[in-house]
């Protein structure tokens, strides 16, 4: 399914209202269940690693009274857009009421007047363009939004960013929300639809509270049209020179427009065999993939997130080149939350490497260009402008979450940042600036490359992972159906999460998993490897979806389906 967008037909003022800082990574938030917390995971996993080699960013983090008034304040924003969670029938009453609380929340300043306006009000004035954007954009989700008869299941994951003091974004994601999507062949018709859905908030400060000044949804990827229209090649150069950025009513782009093939080919050249592809495997199947490129003969840096992401769906990492190389990962030396940044070691060595040679200091609008593949294949060179600096490097770069972790050149072909996690979408990237990656070459380039400590990925995994172990069942299964259960195709080894419900009746066992990590492993996941032996072991598929598989052999039917943040696997003997 291709991304839907939902949002208001209004110019991107919003760019304009948040100057020119940019965002800063931050902990990543789960509502109801704090297994993960940022903290912890940062104790986690820089308790694996050589101290020697950390780079502290002091001036990423967000502050916890600043984290927990916005975390409230896209609870309630939420809310009073959607209603409750589960939420079959409401009053009018309850509906007017969130209506007017809602517009309650939206950013109302107060505008300079200008006499000699039309409407008396200074129309070149902030304040009357963020009015504008705020008084389009609030109101009119709100009637889309509910058009549209959404319905969740409960808070999902939210991240936070600080841009400065007077502007903070939210992003609040719900799983599997029921919606109402127009059909494309009859548009006064509507198809009802699962889907996940992440609402954007842009907060300002009005008289020291925040107010809602923009807001939009999106289901789905939020750049595959972008992916879709970019076909790569094996062992070619594709160029998308000419992207029409959505930022060009606002930002110069004569710099990036100026960059001339010859350059784009020349950093190509230069570049075609240092930059990799990271493609994290489970079993046969693809399940997370990233860029990386060399910054030593062994060394590889890519985004933390990539790696985060591999430890908690992944067996193991494959790392190739568009030359057709192929590189036996050794272990990672380091990673960083703060940064997005991980540092890998691979046996084999690469005597190409990207340099980090003294560049000119970068400034708002000089051109930037980027080189990455999707599929592992071919590369493609990317031109776009930078749009604000701060902690990152903003970018009007159209990116791809499988592109993370690659280099980023100024227009002259050196080095000057990486593209990292932090926004990944068809107007804005981020990338890690080259300062700090040249700290990790400094650190690392001191010690004797054989005596750079790297842990193994599945070493790592294993210290990183939480397993829950199925010790406490609230269930009304017979000790013997129990016993039986637990032996057919070794279910009881094969999932990983507590096993909180089960029950028996007229031969059908029916077992419920709770996911108290769903915002890093989707459910279905859990159930991967147990579905393999099922199928090593003879059972055939009768069904499959997004959220739903059968299988059969001549003695059980295994139903396999996720609900919420649950797993219920359904044994029927037959």
Do not use: C
């Amino acid at each position: 399914m291709k991304k839907e967008i939902i949002k208001i037909a209004i110019p991107l003022l919003l760019i304009t209202t948040m100057g020119t800082s940019s965002l800063a990574i931050t902990s990543k938030f789960l509502i109801n269940n704090e297994t993960f917390s940022f903290t912890d995971k940062k104790e986690k996993i820089s308790s694996n690693f050589d101290s020697k080699y950390d780079i502290t960013n002091n001036d990423s983090s967000i502050d916890n009274e600043l984290n927990q008034t916005i975390t409230d304040l896209t609870k309630k924003t939420t809310y009073l857009l959607l209603g409750e969670p589960n939420m079959q029938k409401e009053s009018s009453e309850n509906y007017y009421k969130r209506h007017k609380d809602y517009l309650e929340l939206r950013y109302n300043p107060k505008i300079p007047k200008d006499e000699n306006a039309y409407l008396g009000l200074d129309e070149n004035s902030q304040e009357y363009k963020d009015d504008i954007l705020s008084g389009m954009s609030v109101p009119g989700m709100f009637l889309k939004l509910n058009e549209l008869e959404i319905k969740y299941n409960s808070y999902g994951e939210i991240r936070i960013t600080k841009i400065d003091e007077n502007n903070v974004i939210s992003l609040i994601t719900l799983s599997n929300v029921k919606m109402k999507e127009q059909d494309k062949d009859n548009p006064t018709n509507y198809n009802i639809i699962h889907t996940d859905l992440t609402i954007y908030y842009y907060f300002k400060k009005l008289d020291n509270e925040y107010k809602l000044l923009y807001l939009y949804g999106e289901t789905n990827d939020d750049i595959q049209d972008y992916i879709d229209s970019n076909d790569e090649k094996i062992g070619s150069l594709t160029k998308n020179s000419d992207y029409n950025s959505n930022l060009r009513d606002l930002y110069d782009f004569s710099q990036a427009d100026n960059v001339k093939e010859e350059t784009l080919n020349k950093i190509y050249d230069e570049n075609k065999s240092k930059v990799i592809f990271l493609n994290s495997t489970y079993n046969i199947g693809t399940v997370t993939s990233a860029n990386g490129f060399f910054i030593s003969e062994g060394l590889i840096v890519t985004t933390y997130n990539y790696i985060e992401q591999s430890l908690m769906k992944a067996q193991k990492i494959i790392i190739s080149d568009s030359l057709g190389n192929v590189y036996d990962l050794d272990g990672i030396v380091t990673m960083s939350i703060e940064n997005d940044v991980a540092i890998l070691k691979v046996k084999n060595k690469n005597e190409n490497y990207i340099k980090f040679e003294d560049a000119n200091p970068i400034e708002k609008e000089d051109a930037v260009i980027t080189l990455n593949t999707k599929i592992g294949v071919g590369l493609t060179t990317n031109k776009g402008i930078i749009t604000s600096l701060d902690k990152n490097i903003q970018t009007s770069l159209p990116i791809s979450e499988e592109a993370q972790g690659s280099p980023l050149f100024n227009n002259e072909g050196k080095i000057i940042g990486m593209i990292n996690s932090k926004l990944l979408n068809s107007s804005v990237s981020f990338a890690t600036k080259g300062d700090i990656l040249k700290e990790y070459y400094k650190k690392l380039t001191t010690t004797n490359y054989e005596e750079i400590k790297a842990i193994p990925f599945e070493e790592l995994k294993e210290n990183y992972y939480i397993k829950y172990n199925n010790e406490t069942i609230v269930n009304n299964i017979p000790e013997d159906k129990l016993q039986e259960y637990s032996n057919i195709e070794n279910i009881s080894e094969m999932i990983d999460l507590k096993l909180v419900k089960g029950s028996y009746k007229d031969g059908i066992i029916s077992l419920r998993y709770k996911n108290d990590i769903k915002n890093y492993i989707d459910t279905m996941q859990f159930a991967t490897k147990y579905i393999e032996n099922l199928k090593i072991n003879g059972y055939e598929q009768k069904y499959t979806s997004d959220s739903k598989v059968v299988y059969e052999n001549e003695k059980y039917q295994i139903i396999i389906m996720e609900e919420f943040d649950y797993l219920i696997i359904v044994m029927v003997r037959l």
